[in-house]
């Protein structure tokens, strides 16, 4: 496509949201991206938050993290640039070691990945023997080859339903966790809190059904009842979509909790007259880009900084300078691509 009809794809999308002349800008650098994606027979996925013009120009493909790993396993490209954090272009490169995996940002970390380590796990391993291990997918690749199977915001329920089991270890976010032990019916225990946590006696206690972490994702925590109740005292006719990574009490007060693919999807079906979103604010942006027809309301104070880390002047650089190249040692590898190929099966 020219650097022109780029341009004028993104003025229709984002003339309300962004001044004409840095979407002129941001269509030079896309033409650009573009160009050397095609030279170096690349591929770029691009998460639900990334900003609407990245969003809208680059991706080949976007979607939530289960859909993007998708296609880093189907790909046949010999690069993969990943506009979203490093733990999922370290899922991209468990799935494709042949490729070339690239993240236009050294760190781009996430609070959920960052909570817990393998040694925490192996701890759990000792302390609940022969219990099937669920990690969310938010995790690195280091913490995935500890466990027995992965899974993400949209698939948590069915995955730990599918073990058959009566007891699961499900890692390490606490809010994703109570939530799966609400909708599978679960009782759930955190022995991260309970006293003598370095012991691996196995534990005698069998009052539990779901052992969770204490790991948070910095942005939903922030979410609060109050938020929804504020909203819907001035429109009484919203309806409130929020992501599994909020607290149990936020989803409780929500109308639909769902994977980020899954809440644009609901907002597409659906005709209300106002929309308040729950996740990261550039996901609302993108909505509203591809349908202004929706009135979305805006709670934009707490953002991702680690998503906010990958930009269109980085995913040219990441291109032009091949950086920053994701590895992952082949032993670890192929002990986390059990779990995620396992999850992916499942699903
Ligand atoms: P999704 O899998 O729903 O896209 O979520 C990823 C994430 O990091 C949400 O904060
Ligand atoms: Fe991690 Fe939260 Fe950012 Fe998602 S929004 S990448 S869970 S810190």
């Known amino acids: 496509m020219t650097e022109d009809k780029l341009y004028e794809e993104l003025y229709q999308k984002l003339n309300k949201i962004m001044p004409e002349a840095e979407i002129r800008v941001k269509a030079e650098l896309a033409s650009q991206i573009n160009k050397l994606k095609k030279e170096k027979n690349a591929v770029i996925l691009g998460h639900n938050y990334m900003e609407p013009a990245l969003y809208y120009s680059i991706p080949d493909f976007r979607g939530d993290s289960l ?15 990943f506009c979203g954090v490093r733990f999922m272009a370290e899922t991209a490169k468990i799935l494709s070691p042949e490729k070339t995996v690239l993240l236009p940002a050294e760190k781009a ?13 192996r701890i759990l391993k000792k302390k609940f023997p022969g219990v099937p291990v669920v990690t969310y997918i938010n995790t690195y690749a280091e913490v995935k080859a500890e466990c027995d199977v992965c899974c993400t915001s949209s698939n948590a329920a069915a995955i730990v339903n599918s073990l058959k089991s009566d007891t699961v270890i499900f890692l390490p ?14 009782h759930i225990i955190f022995p991260s809190k309970t006293p003598n946590w370095q012991n691996t006696e196995p534990a005698t206690d069998i009052d ?10 910095e942005v939903h ?16 006719d ?11 009490e936020v989803t409780a007060a929500s109308d639909f909790s769902g994977s980020t693919s899954a809440m644009i999807r609901y ?23 591809a349908h202004p027809e929706k009135e979305m309301l805006r709670l934009c104070s707490h953002r991702c900084p680690h998503m906010a ?3 269109l002047e980085d995913t040219l650089k990441s291109l032009q300078l091949n950086r920053y190249v994701i590895e992952v040692p082949e032993d670890i590898r192929r002990r986390a691509e059990r779990a995620v190929r396992r999850m992916i099966e499942l699903s």
């Open 208 to 217: 539990y059904r779901l052992i969770g972490w204490h790991g948070k994702c």
């Open 67 to 81: 859909e993007l790993a998708r296609k880093a396993a189907e790909t046949d490209k010999d690069i993969i640039v």
């Open 238 to 248: 919203v309806v409130v979509l929020s992501h599994p990574e909020c607290s149990p």
């Open 221 to 236: 925590e922030l979410f609060t009842v109050d938020d929804i109740e504020n909203a819907r005292r001035q429109f009484p």
């Open 267 to 289: 907002v597409e079906e659906h005709d209300a007259p106002h929309y308040l979103i729950l996740t990261e604010c550039s996901m609302g942006d993108n909505i509203m880009a």
């Open 309 to 311: 880390e990958i930009t």
């Open 173 to 186: 976010d606490e809010y994703l966790a109570k939530n799966v032990a609400r909708e599978t019916g679960k």
């Open 109 to 121: 970390g996430c609070s959920l990945a960052e909570s817990i380590t393998p040694e925490d796990i």
